[in-house]
């Protein structure tokens, strides 16, 4: 089975994608502006763009299934978009499986993941700077604008706070 991490070797990116450890990256090239913006299908067909979520907050999350840490931190995104989604919160579950609805419904269900999951393209990731590890978290403020990004698991009282912040700001 191929994965996406084997496309972004080819390409020349290097970083560790498996990561049991957190970091929080204030350096990605797109943090200084906005957010890339993307047009990509959920199993669906449903196309979900960046624009469409503007004036929210965005927690855009770049996992596999296959990846164990992003099996741990879905759980507590789950509980934040439940938490916080009337306050404002969107969630965006970016797949970087190459087995498509077969792998992914199952876990969705599995998961109890409410929000869109969508399917990664080799230029989404290439425009989100390569995608250094996953999961990795992409927290995209009311304006578009990439405010932090996280690799690796990160606690869900740490993403939790950032968004709690995040919303504060949309007023």
């Given at each position: 089975m191929k994965h996406y991490w084997k496309v972004l070797l080819v390409c020349g990116l290097t970083g560790i994608l498996l990561c049991g450890c957190s970091r929080q990256d204030s350096d990605v090239e797109s943090a200084a502006g906005a957010a890339p913006e993307f047009a990509l299908k959920?199993?669906?067909g449903t196309v979900y763009?960046?624009?469409?979520?503007?004036?929210?907050?965005?927690?855009?999350?770049?996992?596999a299934t296959w990846c164990g840490p992003c099996r741990k931190e879905i759980p507590d995104l789950v509980k934040l978009y439940q938490g916080?989604?009337?306050q404002g919160l969107r969630i965006i579950g970016v797949s970087m499986d190459e087995g498509g609805a077969d792998v992914l419904r199952p876990f969705i269900r599995?998961?109890?993941?409410t929000y869109p999951?969508?399917?990664a393209t080799r230029e989404m990731v290439l425009d989100y700077g390569g995608v250094q590890g996953i999961p990795s978290t992409?927290?995209?403020?009311?304006?578009?604008?990439i405010s932090e990004n996280f690799v690796g698991l990160v606690p869900?009282?740490?993403?939790?706070?950032?968004?709690?912040?995040l919303l504060k700001k949309r007023g």
């Open positions: 959920d199993m669906d763009r960046l624009s469409d979520f503007r004036g929210n907050v965005v927690i855009l999350n770049f996992f916080f989604a009337e599995q998961y109890n993941m999951v969508v399917l992409f927290l995209i403020d009311h304006k578009g604008l869900g009282y740490q993403v939790e706070s950032s968004v709690r912040r």
